[in-house]
Structures are given as structure tokens and as C-alpha cells.
């Protein structure tokens, strides 16, 4: 089984609609949950981050996190065609070593169709 | 302006050859990393530095080296030992290995 894993799409929405993302992750030492998206040709941008259960909101943006169920998911509310990218989901998990390890899904890519 | 910059955008190398790929960042992180990125692929970790003259292998360290002299810059060099290196380079950074992390623009690398 993968530490991370997201549906690859591509998840095609209307313009307008809600864009969920989904990303389900392996290891029950994951301490932090992390959401960017990925233009074609670009390199990644943060859009936002959770460390606690439940839901986080910034703009259109919610994270959700349930630790209990091992899914964290990114809700864009109101999409618009240039939401059309890649998201990746990343996971920090915690080691009792004292070290950290960061690992990314292979990203969902998301269409908004105008 | 806080950023991480890297060079060249774009870098074209014949077989048999070294080349080096720039990271430089002014955000006073302690964390860099550095990515390669296949066309329709996730991210795959190359080396990472915690802080100044150390640094830890990835998952896919072969045919690469890297060196942290200094906090701002973490250079990663392609050797011809890598045989595969045509990809899209990203490094990153962060505050510390747990915190989220921030990209350059990329380099991308073509063999001829």
C-alpha cells in the first residue's frame, strides 16, 4: 500500500460546483497534512496546511482532516476554470528516531469545465 | 522579496556529462530539499539537507551529489552516472523538516 494516495483523475466539475479532493494516507504517525496545487509546467504552491481534526477554512479553500479514519480531503468551493490544476496532498510523519519524513501523493488533476 | 530561486529555467546536457543545478533561498530556512518530477509523475525525494554540511540521501540519491556550505544555497549535481536524468528539478525549503515547504520554479533538464 502507498504512504499516500490520491485518485489521479482526471475529477472534471462545472464551474461554479464544489471541488472535493480526497488523499488517504497509510501511517497512523502522520502529524501534519499539507494541500498545493501544481500548474501544468509550474512547480507546486502551498495553498494550506492542518494539523488537527476536523476542518480548516481559508477563502475558498477547506481542509478537512480525520485522523480516526486516516483521510484528509480539500474542498474548493465555487470553482473557477483557473482552479484547473494538479493537487497534491503531503504528509509529515514523525518518527520516534526524532526525524521527520515528508511524503507527497501523485496528485489529483482537477478540471473546471466553464 | 523572500523566495527560493533556482538556475537555469532550462538546461540541456549531452551524455557522459556533469551538470550542476542552482538553489538558492533568502527565507532563513534550516530544511532544503531537492525533487525530480517525471512528465505525469509525483514527486520523488532526491537528497535533503536539516542544516549547513549535512545532508541525508532520498529515495532516489543514485547518480547524484549535493553539498550545503551554506544555509541559502544547496547546488545538486547530475552526474553521467545517473542514466536517466531528463526530468523536472524542484527544490525546496522549509522553517524545519516538519513544517511546510516551499518550491523554486524549477529547472528542467534535457539529454541529448
Known amino acids: 500500500q502507498k504512504e499516500v494516495e490520491q485518485n489521479s483523475g482526471p475529477l472534471s466539475v462545472p464551474e461554479g460546483a464544489i471541488a472535493s479532493l480526497n488523499c488517504t494516507y497509510s501511517d497512523r504517525g502522520s502529524q501534519s497534512f499539507f494541500w498545493y496545487r501544481q500548474y501544468s509546467g509550474k512547480s507546486p504552491e502551498l495553498i494550506m496546511f492542518?494539523?488537527?481534526?476536523g476542518d480548516k477554512e481559508d477563502g475558498r479553500f477547506t481542509a478537512q482532516l480525520n485522523k480516526a479514519s486516516q483521510y484528509v480531503s480539500l474542498l474548493i468551493r465555487d470553482s473557477q476554470p483557473s482552479d484547473s490544476a494538479t493537487y497534491l496532498c503531503a504528509v509529515s510523519l514523525y518518527f520516534t528516531s526524532g526525524t521527520y519524513k515528508y511524503i507527497f501523493g501523485t496528485g489529483t488533476r482537477l478540471k473546471v469545465l466553464a | 522579496d523572500g523566495g527560493i530561486t533556482q538556475s537555469p529555467k532550462y538546461l540541456f546536457r549531452k551524455e557522459g556529462q556533469n551538470v550542476t543545478l542552482s538553489c538558492e533561498q533568502n527565507?532563513?530556512?534550516?530544511?532544503m530539499y531537492w525533487y525530480r518530477q517525471d512528465p505525469g509523475q509525483g514527486l520523488r525525494l532526491i537528497y535533503y539537507?536539516?542544516?549547513?554540511?549535512?545532508?541525508q540521501k532520498g529515495d532516489i540519491a543514485e547518480g547524484y551529489s549535493v553539498s550545503r556550505e551554506k544555509k541559502e544555497s544547496f547546488p545538486l549535481t547530475v552526474t553521467s552516472a545517473q542514466k536517466n536524468p531528463t526530468a523536472f528539478y524542484l527544490c525546496?525549503?522549509?522553517?524545519?523538516?516538519?513544517?511546510?515547504?516551499?518550491f523554486g520554479p524549477g529547472t528542467r533538464l534535457t539529454v541529448l
Open positions: 525546496a525549503s522549509s522553517m524545519a523538516q516538519y513544517n511546510e515547504q516551499f
Open positions: 492542518i494539523y488537527s481534526n
Open positions: 527565507l532563513n530556512h534550516d530544511a
Open positions: 539537507s536539516q542544516i549547513v554540511n549535512d545532508f
